[in-house]
Antibody, heavy 121, light 113 residues
Framework: EVQLVESGGDLVQPGRSLRLYCAAS????????VHWVRQAPGKGLEWVSG????????GYADSVKGRFTISRDNAKNSVYLQMNSLRPEDTAIYYC??????????????WGQGTLVTVSS | DIVMTQSPDSLAVSLGERATINCKSS????????????LAWYQQKPGQPPKLLIY???TRESGVPDRFSGSGSGTDFTLTISRLQAEDVAVYYC?????????FGGGTKVEIK
């Protein structure tokens, strides 16, 4: 069974940094791209970032480009999201989601339960 | 960026009746060389993560009931629930994967009338 477990969410002040973690199991991790998708309270879905199987392909939403960095460690079956210069509008549940392909950023067939990031003073 | 616009924002349908959700992209998401539309649909129930329903605009994900169907091409797409069941109450999102940044529609909330 595919499992994606996010962690690292917290309450942080504006301008501070936070690192999110996604631990994957139940599938061949290095055969698939992985994404971060967020959902602000009561709002819709927003794609944040995605990374291909070997980290050669990486993409970001315009709203986080230059502030967030996605990375992965295939030996640890993990994906990370380093979030710097956090803003109140970054407040959201952050979901880790598995792509159906290895080297492309397409759509997500499995999702974690999410981790909550709150940016407030 | 490709903007995805869904309509309506919400709809109430009687049990056993048809629900129709529309999704329009600001640019063509049909890849002409393969004649494939780069469009997916998701269902999100309260307190849960999204669940993949449809991809390539009309291919149902394994395990999804056949009352869910997707259609359309180019810039205009439709998700149809042929006979609404109580467990179909949710918010539905379309997503294009023709180009990055990947983008979602704003969502359509489906309720029971």
């Amino acid at each position: 069974e595919v499992q994606l477990v996010e962690s690292g969410g917290d309450l942080v002040q504006p301008g501070r940094s936070l690192r999110l973690y996604c631990a994957a199991s139940g599938f061949s991790f290095d055969d698939f791209a992985v994404h971060w998708v967020r959902q602000a309270p009561g709002k819709g879905l927003e794609w944040v970032s995605g990374i291909g199987w070997n980290s050669a392909l990486i993409g970001y939403a315009d709203s986080v480009k230059g502030r967030f960095t996605i990375s992965r460690d295939n030996a640890k079956n993990s994906v990370y999201l380093q979030m710097n210069s956090l803003r109140p509008e970054d407040t959201a549940i952050y979901y880790c989601a598995k792509d159906i392909t290895a080297g492309w950023l397409r759509f997500m067939d499995s999702w974690g339960q999410g981790t909550l990031v709150t940016v407030s003073s | 960026d490709i903007v995805m616009t869904q309509s309506p924002d919400s709809l109430a349908v009687s049990l056993g009746e048809r629900a129709t959700i529309n999704c329009k992209s600001s640019q063509n998401v049909l890849y002409s060389s393969s004649n494939t539309n780069y469009l997916a649909w998701y269902q999100q129930k309260p307190g849960q993560p999204p669940k993949l329903l449809i991809y390539w605009a009309s291919t149902r994900e394994s395990g999804v009931p056949d009352r869910f169907s997707g259609s359309g091409s180019g810039t205009d797409f439709t998700l149809t629930i042929s006979r609404l069941q109580a467990e179909d109450v949710a918010v539905y999102y379309c997503q294009q994967y023709y180009s990055t940044p990947l983008t979602f529609g704003g969502g359509t909330k489906v309720e029971i009338k």
